[in-house]
């Protein structure tokens, strides 16, 4: 069972940057698809983006893409978020989570059975 950390949250004023960093524990991690999502208050968990296992194939919202990016290095079992051009609409907690389908990146949260505890980013206007 792999075991999840989120860091690099905080707080950033709007046109910032911000990297998020999902370091993982357990199995071979190029096993794993990971995906970010996030949860601003009295909102659902919603999906940010994904990677397969091998990093070779990316997915993302509509509403961070152009602005985000996701990569990973699996010699140190981390996937990154990179955020630019931060809004105050990107204000929430972000979630590492992982599949042990290598080629999923799908939005659905279901099907995602691995979560870290989130990391609290703050856009300011």
């Known amino acids: 069972q792999v075991q999840l950390a989120e860091s690099g949250g905080g707080l950033v004023q709007a046109g910032g940057s911000l990297t998020l960093s999902c370091v993982a524990s357990?199995?071979?991690?190029?096993?794993?698809?990971v995906a970010w999502f996030r949860q601003a208050p009295g909102n659902e968990r919603g999906f940010v983006s994904a990677t397969t296992g091998n990093g070779y194939y990316t997915r993302y919202a509509s509403s961070v893409k152009g602005r985000f990016t996701i990569s990973r290095d699996n010699t140190k079992s981390t996937v990154y978020l990179y955020m630019r051009n931060l809004t105050p609409e990107d204000t929430a907690v972000y979630y590492c989570?992982?599949?042990?389908?290598?080629?999923?990146?799908?939005?659905?949260?279901?099907?995602?059975?691995?979560w870290g505890q989130g990391t609290q980013v703050t856009v300011s206007s």
């Open positions: 989570a992982t599949t042990d389908n290598r080629f999923y990146i799908g939005n659905d949260s279901n099907f995602y059975y691995t």
């Open positions: 357990g199995r071979t991690f190029s096993d794993y698809a």
